[in-house]
């Protein structure tokens, strides 16, 4: 039991950065090669959404420490956000973020949310 223990633990130790970094730095390349755009935005949306999560955990660690599952939660959630499956990054990015960034964008002014396009090149809807 033991060691069947000490595997569960390395296999829990190893999951969390796999599923977080690993495997969505593989994709993103992969996504950045590929000529298809939807993929790109799954990747992007998955990048700001882990920002997000991160500095939202560092600002609320002292919380977080008495809250005994949060790993595992977090783990399960970015899994939603990764897998292909279910496409989570992209969903919340079209449900919740571009909503707001609409919404706001007047506000913050546009430039930041849209660039224009650089010397030569035309621009694409």
Do not use: C
Not at 8 to 27: D, F, K, R, V
Request: hydrophobic residues 45%; proline residues 6%; without cysteine.
């Amino acid at each position: 039991m033991g060691s069947f223990w000490t595997f569960l633990t390395h296999l829990h130790s190893l999951a969390g950065p796999t599923i977080m970094l690993l495997y969505p730095l593989y994709a993103s390349v992969r996504a950045i090669e590929s000529p298809s755009k939807l993929d790109d935005e799954q990747w992007l949306a998955y990048w700001i959404l882990y920002s997000f999560l991160t500095l939202m955990e560092m600002v609320a660690e002292p919380v977080l420490y008495w809250v005994p599952i949060w790993y595992q939660i977090k783990v399960v959630l970015v899994a939603w956000l990764v897998l292909p499956q279910f496409r989570g990054a992209s969903f919340i990015y079209e449900r919740f973020v571009r909503e707001q960034l609409r919404k706001y964008g007047a506000q913050i002014g546009t430039n930041g949310v849209h660039s224009s396009p650089k010397k030569g090149e035309k621009e694409s809807h």
